[in-house]
């Protein structure tokens, strides 16, 4: 079982930072890809950032420059991160951790965190 815990939003005013973490835990073999998504009121959930294994990063048009998607593994568990700065209004979300991974077989599976609030106000 795969297991995905985000943190870090918070209430940030506009302009500054936030740094969401995601640490995946459970029985993962390979991680394939990794992504960031955000879910505002009323609007479907987007893609804000993206990136397969050996290939490089994807970024909507709305966070380009402004944020960016990494991995570390610490602690034996597989830590992935979204680098927020210059945060706008319009980046209030709840923000979903996902990955897709290997697990007990060839498959490769989709798995989602729980989301975290990033409100950013004016």
């Known amino acids: 079982q795969v297991q995905l815990v985000e943190s870090g939003g918070g209430l940030v005013q506009a302009g500054g930072s936030l740094r969401l973490s995601c640490a995946a835990s459970g029985d993962i073999f390979s991680i394939n890809y990794m992504g960031w998504y955000r879910q505002a009121p009323g609007k479907q959930r987007e893609l804000v950032a993206h990136?397969?294994?050996?290939?490089?990063?994807?970024?909507a048009d709305s966070v380009k420059g402004r944020f960016t998607i990494s991995r570390d593994n610490v602690l034996h568990k597989n830590m992935i991160y979204l680098e927020m700065n210059s945060l706008k209004p319009e980046d209030t979300a709840v923000y979903y951790c996902?990955?897709?991974?290997?697990?007990?077989?060839?498959?490769?599976?989709?798995?989602w965190g729980q989301g975290t609030q990033v409100t950013v106000s004016s």
């Open positions: 996902n990955i897709g991974a290997q697990t007990t077989g060839w498959e490769v599976d989709d798995f």
């Open positions: 990136k397969a294994s050996g290939g490089g990063p994807n970024y």
